[in-house]
Nanobody, 126 residues
């Protein structure tokens, strides 16, 4: 499984970005796809996740109401729409996949997933 994250950039606080995670060589059916982030000097944080089999989603408390995860099966792409961005959202964002997940998204948000893509930098200035 190859994952490619894109869409990062620099925005001012209050702005928006949409990240894309494209998988190559396979469809998203039966996978859980997650977005994680890591800010300088901080640990990894599970941001959001979507279970492709049933559409269930997960959001970290820090992004609830501001971020929306969605998937496009036809394009094998998962999106993370990020609105009302804050400086504390500044981080490298990674997408990851878990094939045939046995547990719910929240479990994988803490434990991590099996497949990872390269990150994309998001910088939010005040």
């Amino acid at each position: 499984v190859q994952l490619q994250a894109s869409g990062g950039g620099s925005v001012q606080a209050g702005g928006s970005l949409r990240l894309s995670c494209t998988t190559s060589g396979r469809t998203l059916n039966n996978d859980a796809i997650g977005w994680f982030r890591q800010a300088p000097g901080k640990g990894r944080e599970g941001v959001s996740c979507i279970s492709s089999s049933d559409g269930n989603t997960y959001y970290a408390d820090s992004v609830k109401g501001r971020f929306t995860i969605s998937n496009d099966y036809a394009k094998s792409t998962v999106y993370l729409q990020m609105n009302s961005l804050k400086p504390e959202d500044t981080a490298v964002y990674y997408c990851a996949a878990e094939r045939l997940p046995m547990y719910g998204c929240s479990w994988y948000m803490k434990r991590g997933m099996d497949y990872w893509g390269k990150g994309t930098q998001v910088t939010v200035s005040s």
